[in-house]
């Protein structure tokens, strides 16, 4: 297959880039390299680019035959969505819908979103599934759930087909090391542990230990990039064989809580870094797990990774690795 994977260069786009190489795939990625990084695009070929370069897209489509996309193409910090949401709608909703029209327009009919979890907000029920109405509490989460109403009305009205991921909380690296979470200002949890573990900040701060959950901390599903990969990988399959547009849910379904997450990387580390409990951060549902079931049964998606001791594990090493190159 000839893959376009916009944002290859980022974290999680970078892993799709390595597994769909490794696999013999022809890939091409397209990315502005803001957040992502030339030396992460393990295989295939770079086009430094912008999706809210409609012309630039449609120059790239008349040369290339894509049989699908994958689009990571997005910016993803909730505070900062809060904020300036402008920038959110822009990049996440008006920069997908550059990218559908030109699949439109050179009839490319696959297309695999990377939606998130925040689409569901603070969820009544917890597992939460699929059939539970979106009802985001944040400009990041309304620009996606924004993408997948204009992907679920494009599909109905044309040949164009798409699996939307709805991703829970993303974390670990690469196996071998070589490619991993490269933010400047990370904002994720076990990041955020692991760099105090390595002494690059004084402490972390738990935000909120009055929820209501068993230890008063937030709760969410950890899931090991690789194991999201996989259900890319089974999601582009389900297209190329013709299966029709779909929302899933990806997470293991049963959580770790803030201070379950801080014990663990402690374990993994064998540092005791300092982690002091600070007042709630805004837009913090109590517990995000997902119900996973849909993708198991129907893509057949079987996750290898449900270990939080080997999340963390292949994060850390990844951290120290970035830290040793820069001294
Ligand atoms: N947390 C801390 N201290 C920190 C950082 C995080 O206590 O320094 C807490 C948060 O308050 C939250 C939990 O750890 O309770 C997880 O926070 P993350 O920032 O790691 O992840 P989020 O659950 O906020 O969000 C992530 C992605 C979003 C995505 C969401 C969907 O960042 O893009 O998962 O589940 F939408």
């Keep these: 297959m000839k893959i376009l994977v916009t944002g290859g260069a980022g974290y999680i786009g970078s892993h799709m880039v390595r597994t769909l190489g490794e696999q013999g795939h022809d890939v091409v990625v397209y990315d502005n390299l803001s957040t992502g990084h030339r030396e992460s695009v393990l295989h295939g070929r770079l086009v430094v680019g912008d999706t809210a370069d409609a012309a630039a897209l449609d120059r790239l489509f008349a040369a290339e035959r894509f049989d699908a996309v994958a689009h990571f193409a997005a910016s993803i910090v909730v505070e900062e969505s809060v904020r300036e949401p402008l920038k959110y709608y822009r990049n996440n909703f008006s920069n997908a819908l550059n990218l559908i029209d030109v699949c439109l327009r050179h009839q490319v009919e696959r297309f ?30 309304s620009s996606k759930a924004m993408v997948e109403q204009a992907l679920r009305d494009v599909s109905r009205a044309s040949q164009f087909r798409y699996v939307a991921l709805r991703y829970f909380n993303v974390a670990g690296a690469d196996e071998m090391v070589r490619i991993g979470q490269k933010y400047k200002d990370a904002t994720h949890l076990i990041t955020l542990s692991l760099r105090t573990a390595l002494g690059l900040r004084p402490r972390l701060n738990i935000f909120g230990t009055d929820y209501e959950t068993p230890d008063g901390t937030c709760i969410r599903d950890y899931i090991h990039v ?30 770790y809580s803030v201070k379950e997450v801080v014990r663990a990387v ?12 600070a007042g709630r951060r805004a837009g913090d549902p109590p ?16 996750p290898s990774r449900d270990d939080l001791q080997y999340i963390i594990r292949t994060a850390w ?8 190159r820069k001294q």
């Design 112 to 141: 695999v979103f990377s939606s998130t979890a925040a689409v569901y907000g603070i969820p009544a029920e917890s597992p939460v599934t699929e059939d539970v109405p979106p009802a985001p509490i944040n400009p990041y989460g």
């Design 226 to 255: 690789d194991d999201l990969i996989d259900a890319h990988v089974l999601a582009l399959g389900h297209l190329m064989a013709g299966g029709g547009s779909k929302i899933y849910n990806c997470g293991y379904g049963h959580g």
């Design 266 to 277: 402690r374990e993994v580390t064998g540092i005791g870094f300092p982690a002091v409990e």
């Design 287 to 302: 517990a995000l797990i997902a119900d996973s079931a849909l993708i198991r049964k129907e893509l057949g998606w079987r």
């Design 317 to 324: 090493e990844w951290e120290k690795k970035v830290v040793n």
